[in-house]
């Protein structure tokens, strides 16, 4: 049998190819569910007691785009993310250019071990220590679901990204970074503005509009640990919101659950902190390629699909992650990589079914981030025209690094937005997107 039609029965015979899925299928039945989501609540119950009640959380974080921001003002910026917490300064000047000083970067609390409310949020005080009482305001862009509050708290509603601090759930995170932050001997903060990645990077994204460029709305997209979209909505019936100037909605895109699953996904997911839930998220997000494909990789050595020197190889190997199989795909002929030593020792048929393996789960990504995009761009009712297109900011190592990810996600996009839908968008990325989106919301 021809080898790539054997790759393709085997991702088949696993359900990867069907996973993929067509981003028309898959863009409407994310749309369906966003609608929902925007009526009410979801369950927040794992997939196997899930019905059809909506699965994104579509949270209303009452911000809209600012006419203009404070300029010579000081902010505290803190980006607490999937792996890295980071801290930082921000000013903006007279003619608004960012001037960001004092950055430092460590682990987020809550990785390696449990930890209680007290610790967490004791954890986060420590870690802004070289900032002290440098500015009345903070903006903090913390990267997990939580419901946002009119006055800019943040209530959480869940951790992704194998973060273990339960207790934290239901916490406002505002109010309780405040008062650990007085017990560490700070003034109180006058305003402390919580806002998720994808809101900072939609406001990053507003920055962009210079030099004669014009946008008829905008998103942030996050593809990197995690995965998640925001973008401006105008009529949110669970809130009795119906305005003329839409604000930011966050849509918790990784929970998305309604869409199949091949073997390799429900293994991996089985053994994490949050079984049946953030499905969507664990389908194409860094934290998850690696696992999913060393596992789909081991199945295939398992099933007959390499050389028998090559299948031992594989078989022997601990689970790798997405920076080792990204090697991989960037130098398959480089024996310096850890994939790349098996697949150089074994056969060009060895080396290519590895390849293709891999490959499809990079693809299945991006199939999967350009329906996140295609519904989000949908939902925002705007990108009719060609000169004012619907800016998307994207941010995430995954996305930008990723061996052809964000050239698939372009390409899907204009098949299916522009070339069917006569829809007009623009992918732009920036240096300290979220840094200064976060800056923004601490400032207005």
């Not at 995170?173 to 990077?201: C, F, H, M, Q």
């Not at 981030?369 to 995430?396: D, F, Q, T, W, Y």
């Amino acid at each position: 049998m021809n080898q790539s039609c054997k790759v393709s029965a085997f991702l088949a015979k696993h359900g990867v190819t069907a996973a993929g899925g067509s981003i028309d299928v898959l863009t409407r039945a994310m749309l369906a569910d966003m609608e929902s989501g925007l009526e009410k609540d979801p369950s927040g119950l794992p997939l196997e007691k899930a019905g059809m009640e909506p699965s994104l959380e579509m949270i209303p974080t009452w911000t809209k785009l600012p006419d203009s921001v404070p300029q010579n003002e000081p902010v505290i910026v803190i980006d607490a993310g999937g792996t890295n917490f980071r801290s930082c300064l921000v000013k903006f000047d007279s003619k608004g250019n960012p001037e960001i000083t004092n950055l430092e970067k460590c682990g987020m609390p809550g990785i390696k071990k449990e930890l209680s409310k007290e610790e967490f949020f004791d954890a986060i005080a420590e870690n802004l220590d070289h900032l002290k009482n440098m500015s009345s305001r903070i903006g903090f862009c913390f990267s997990y679901a939580m419901k946002i509050t009119k006055d800019g708290d943040g209530q959480v509603i869940s951790f992704s990204k194998e973060i273990k601090a339960k207790e934290v759930i239901g916490s406002l995170v505002g109010k309780s970074l405040s008062d650990a932050l007085v017990k560490r001997g700070w003034n109180r903060p006058e305003k402390i503005i919580l806002l998720n990645d994808t809101a900072a990077a939609l406001l990053a994204g507003a920055s962009t509009a210079v030099d004669g460029r014009d946008y008829s709305s905008y998103i942030g997209f996050i593809l990197g640990t995690g995965m998640n979209a925001a973008y401006m909505e105008r009529t949110i019936p669970k809130v009795s919101v119906e305005n003329d100037s839409p604000q930011i909605v966050v849509c918790e895109s990784g929970k998305f659950n309604k869409l199949p699953r091949c073997s390799f996904d429900v293994e991996i997911d089985s053994k994490t902190n949050t079984p049946g839930l953030y499905v969507f998220e664990k389908m194409c997000s860094g934290a998850y390629l690696g696992p999913v494909s060393s596992l789909a990789l081991k199945t295939a050595a398992k099933e007959g699909l390499f050389s028998e020197k090559t299948a031992q190889e594989i078989l022997a190997l601990e689970d790798f992650g997405l920076i080792d199989m990204d090697k991989f795909l960037h130098g398959p002929k480089d024996s310096g990589t850890l994939l790349g030593r098996i697949a150089n020792s074994g056969t060009d048929s060895d080396m290519d079914t590895m390849y293709r393996i891999l490959d499809a789960f990079v693809d299945r990504s991006a199939r999967l981030a350009a329906a996140n995009l295609s519904a989000a761009v949908i939902k925002s009712g705007e990108g009719h025209s060609p000169s004012r297109p619907v800016c998307i900011l994207c941010e995430g190592t995954t996305f930008l690094k990723t061996h052809n990810l964000q050239k698939r996600v372009e390409a899907y996009l204009h098949t299916y937005l522009t070339m069917e839908k006569g829809l007009y968008w623009n992918i732009v990325s920036m240096d300290n997107a979220i840094t200064l989106g976060a800056a923004v919301a601490g400032l207005t």
